[in-house]
């Protein structure tokens, strides 16, 4: 396609680093809705008087550190995925085949983040003549907070909030984009499953049991990852040293639905913890294989499930849940079945 000047030729990349901070080439290119990546360039105003002086002077401002940070919005698809939850949660996908084969599942666990990172790599278009895109690098990113989510008639979709070391121009250069066939997966394809029990198997967390959560509109899931994101030290040249995980992290979930006496308000009155189990299933990927996105919580607990009758229509009422471990099963786990060979 011949470049526009305007967001129709932009592009997402990203390349995951061997040393943090030291720039790298995308190799996945995701399709993205929105993005507010931005350089952060702070300077020191050296505010002295001088007999007669009444303004400012420019000699006297002092560029000190540069960082950059910003949010990613993301269409969650059957392809390029992988890579994405191994940034989210710390572990490195473990991949299998798919019985009958035809695909691949992978399975990813939370680990910490300590020795990956990303350069992300956003292609921005200029309405001038000849139309460039600018390709503007954030090295050293790290991903501080991600929340994935759906409602009715919606595309299931994620959002990034990303930390990063620097905003660097055209190093690496702006990459030629492809992208596989891929395809979104969306609220039709989704199915939550509360209660059951919880077991680990040869490393794998899987659900036994279980009932479908009725009524269900939407539903968000977020996680963090506390960092020191402000660790900026003498002699560094500006540029803040590794984030490190410095809290702990939390999961929520919270369930858009109408008021469901039995499956949410009496759990949430009793106080019990319990497996919740989030499943999308798309299209086909080959004979008798279609891709998914499992999501597995094994720890959950109703927080909050308030009631209230505002008027003649259909009583709604929004549940709010915690995650956590229970000791024995990994707080979550994602298995991703896709086309895809690699992370």
């Not at 460039?132 to 994935?148: D, K, S």
């Not at 279609?290 to 308030?306: M, V």
């Amino acid at each position: 396609m011949a470049p526009t000047g305007t967001g129709l030729s932009a592009q997402l990349g990203i390349g995951e680093e061997a040393t943090i901070g030291t720039a790298v080439a995308p190799t996945r290119f995701l399709p993205f809705t929105k993005e507010s990546l931005a350089g952060e360039f702070n300077t020191v105003r050296n505010d002295v008087l001088q007999a007669g002086g009444q303004y400012r002077r420019a000699s006297q401002d002092v560029r000190t550190t540069r960082t950059a940070k910003g949010s990613v919005e993301l269409p969650v698809t059957d392809r390029s995925f992988s890579v994405v939850w191994k940034h989210a949660l710390g572990g490195t996908p473990v991949i299998t085949d798919t019985a009958p084969t035809g695909g691949k599942i992978h399975r990813i666990q939370p680990a910490p983040l300590g020795s990956k990172s990303l350069t992300i790599q956003k292609g921005v278009p200029e309405p001038v003549s000849g139309y460039p895109v600018a390709a503007l690098n954030y090295i050293g990113a790290r991903i501080t907070e991600w929340t994935l989510g759906v409602k009715v008639n919606d595309l299931l979709r994620l959002k990034l909030d990303l930390d990063a070391w620097d905003e660097v121009p055209d190093a690496p250069a702006l990459a030629v984009a492809n992208y596989p066939p891929m395809r979104p997966f969306h609220f039709a394809q989704c199915t939550i499953k509360a209660g059951g029990t919880a077991s680990t198997t040869n490393g794998i967390v899987s659900v036994t049991g279980g009932t479908r959560l009725n009524r269900v509109t939407g539903f968000e899931l977020k996680g963090t990852n506390p960092m020191a994101t402000d660790r900026f030290f003498l002699g560094a040249s500006g540029l803040k040293d590794e984030q490190i995980e410095n809290d702990f992290r939390d999961l929520t979930l919270s369930l858009d639905a109408e008021f469901n006496r039995t499956q949410v308000y009496d759990a949430y009155r009793a106080g019990t913890w319990g497996p919740v189990q989030i499943t999308f299933t798309g299209g086909l990927i080959a004979t008798g294989v279609n891709a998914a996105l499992d999501i597995i919580l094994p720890g959950t607990r109703f927080e909050s499930n308030p009631v209230q009758v505002d008027g003649p229509d259909i009583v709604e009422a929004k549940a709010d849940l915690v995650i956590e471990s229970d000791d024995t099963n990994v707080p979550i786990q994602v298995t991703y079945t896709t086309a895809d060979t690699v992370a």
